[in-house]
């Protein structure tokens, strides 16, 4: 087996991960883009494990340990995605704006203190 | 001595075939527009991974890839989907307003890491000896080296399980 | 058929005769059957009544703990196999029994927890 073959898969993988992380609007397809990523990074540990011959199996244990920490992290992502739906009946990503800062037009190269920035600022609607 | 990329071996003709199912469906859950459908073709990217973990005698990350990632990590996305009245069938705001830039960050990603690859890995080649990836010689590095970081992920279980029930379950109040 | 790869072609075999059956099965019921669709037959069937509101209802929120905790203890079985298979070893023995009792341990902390919150009551 080529280490090539595995390798430009796992990349492939990651950026389709990218892609979706950075294009999708619904939260839980955004986790399972994640998931994609992930799964590029297993791919890869799994590869040079087996092409490295490593006597402690390094590559595949930290896999098992990311299968693990992945399953964790999308039990937490998804209770977050649940309470966030229950406070807003949304779980658009690009309607969760409350922390957005409204581009201050008099002011576009935000030389001025942030305290009075705060202050002039205006709602985003 | 590394053998030459063509004509590929029976094996690498088996990978290559998982590999173009996983890409394929992993494209798949990016871009269509059915959130239901978009669960399921991540079963399928998840099946064809496990098959490229078997082609790399990964046997035990296999089983463990269907176990965890199919039976319930996918399970637990369909919840989520079920859970927040997600719309059933079509529907076209799937998609945020950037993906023209989401898809020029993944190509130039995708270009960048694939070229960085084929250059450093041109000449790597591993002949697959089945045995190292058995349930018993991986249990075996577990349990003699890898062992405070076993321990640490149950901690991290407990803090997650413990995590998603005092967020998810809002109605639960503490004591008086 | 021997071996690593041997025995993995055998259930690969397996499993395309499995698909084969099934989509065969399909396809041939899909080729004999009459099929004339009208708008009554293409409705929900409930029971002969006319269907009432959509097929898509929102779960309960609970139900999603519960999914937690199985897939908690799905990667905790995980962690099982390996240690099923080395613990009895020479140069394993009783320290790795122990480890493995301290992981479950901290585990059923986690449905501990969830108990003594009545997460897992039926109400």
């Known amino acids: 087996m080529h280490v090539v073959y595995p390798a430009v898969v796992a990349a492939l993988l990651f950026s389709i991960g990218v892609y979706g992380v950075l294009a999708r609007r619904n939260t839980i397809l955004v986790l399972m883009s994640v998931e994609l990523m992930l799964n590029a990074v297993n791919l890869n540990l799994v590869t040079f494990d087996v092409w490295l011959r490593d006597q402690l199996h390094g590559g595949q244990v930290l896999t098992l340990f990311v299968i693990v920490i992945a399953a964790a992290e999308v039990g937490i992502g998804l209770a977050i995605v649940l309470a966030v739906f229950r406070n807003r009946q949304s779980i658009d990503l690009d309607r969760l704006r409350d922390l957005f800062e409204p581009p201050n037009s008099s002011d576009p190269d935000g030389s001025q203190p942030a305290a009075t920035k705060v202050t002039t600022g205006v709602g985003p609607e | 001595m590394t053998p030459a990329l063509w004509p590929p071996t029976a094996q690498e003709i088996v990978f290559l075939l998982l590999s173009v199912v996983a890409v394929g469906s992993a494209l798949l859950v990016v871009t269509t527009r059915q959130l239901v459908h978009a669960a399921l073709w991540l079963v399928a990217c998840f099946g064809a991974l496990a098959g490229c973990y078997l082609v790399l005698t990964a046997e035990f990350v296999a089983w463990v890839q269907v176990l965890i990632y199919v039976g319930a990590v996918v399970v637990l996305m369909l919840f989520g989907i079920m859970l927040t009245r997600a719309p059933i069938g079509r529907t076209a705001d799937l998609d945020s307003g950037n993906r023209v830039v989401a898809a020029l960050v993944a190509l130039a990603t995708a270009a960048v890491l694939v070229t960085v690859v084929i250059d450093g890995f041109r000449s790597a080649y591993t002949p697959l000896d089945p045995g190292t990836g058995s349930a018993k010689s991986l249990g075996g590095s577990i349990f003699r080296t890898w062992v405070l970081p076993f321990e640490a992920l149950s901690i991290l279980l407990l803090a997650a399980l413990i995590g998603a029930i005092v967020i998810s379950r809002t109605d639960i109040k503490g004591r008086e | ?123």
């Open chain 3, 1 to 123: 058929m021997t071996g690593y790869f041997g025995s993995y072609v055998v259930v690969a075999v397996l499993l395309g005769v499995g698909v084969a059956i099934f989509a065969g099965g399909l396809l041939a019921n899909r080729l004999l059957r009459p099929d004339r669709p009208t708008a009554e037959k293409l409705t929900t069937y409930e029971c002969g009544v006319d269907p009432v509101g959509e097929g898509w209802a929102q779960s309960q929120i609970r139900y999603y703990v519960f999914t937690y905790l199985y897939v908690v203890f799905a990667v905790d079985a995980v962690f099982l196999f390996p240690w099923a298979t080395v613990f009895a070893d020479p140069g394993f023995g009783l320290t790795t029994l122990v480890e493995m009792f301290v992981f479950l341990a901290f585990i059923a902390l986690g449905i501990l927890y969830a108990w003594r919150k009545r997460v897992l009551t039926w109400t």
